[in-house]
């Protein structure tokens, strides 16, 4: 069993930077991601970090978020810059271990116009 706690989240104006962290209850190597959900919308994925370092992004973050890790510290990074109306959600931390997905409480990030 692993409990993943997210924090970092909060109201920012647009084009303002936040960074989120996800911090694991052990050392983990799996492929973590962050994944974001908005009111009245489905959960959908934002980028993700495979174990051999690999990272995808959701096209519409491209270029303007950071997915990184800390293994010493078992803790995931998602560094978010000019963001926008649209990146307001919930954002979750993400691990896939031997094909069990866990999941985290998740942080609620605003952006104001």
């Known amino acids: 069993q692993v409990q993943l706690v997210e924090s970092g989240g909060g109201l920012v104006q647009a084009g303002g930077s936040l960074r989120l962290s996800c911090a694991a209850s052990?050392?983990?190597?799996?492929?973590m991601g962050w994944y974001r959900q908005a009111q009245g919308k489905q959960r959908e994925l934002v980028a993700r970090?495979?174990?051999?370092?690999?990272?995808t992004y959701a096209d519409s973050v491209k270029g303007r978020f950071t997915i990184s890790r800390d293994n010493a510290k078992s803790t995931l990074y998602l560094e978010m810059n000019s963001l926008k109306p649209e990146d307001t959600a919930v954002y979750y931390c993400?691990?896939?271990?031997?094909?069990?997905?866990?999941w985290g409480k998740g942080t609620l990030v605003t952006v104001s116009s």
């Open positions: 993400n691990l896939n271990l031997f094909s069990v997905n866990y």
């Open positions: 970090r495979m174990s051999t370092g690999t990272t």
């Open positions: 052990r050392s983990i190597f799996n492929s």
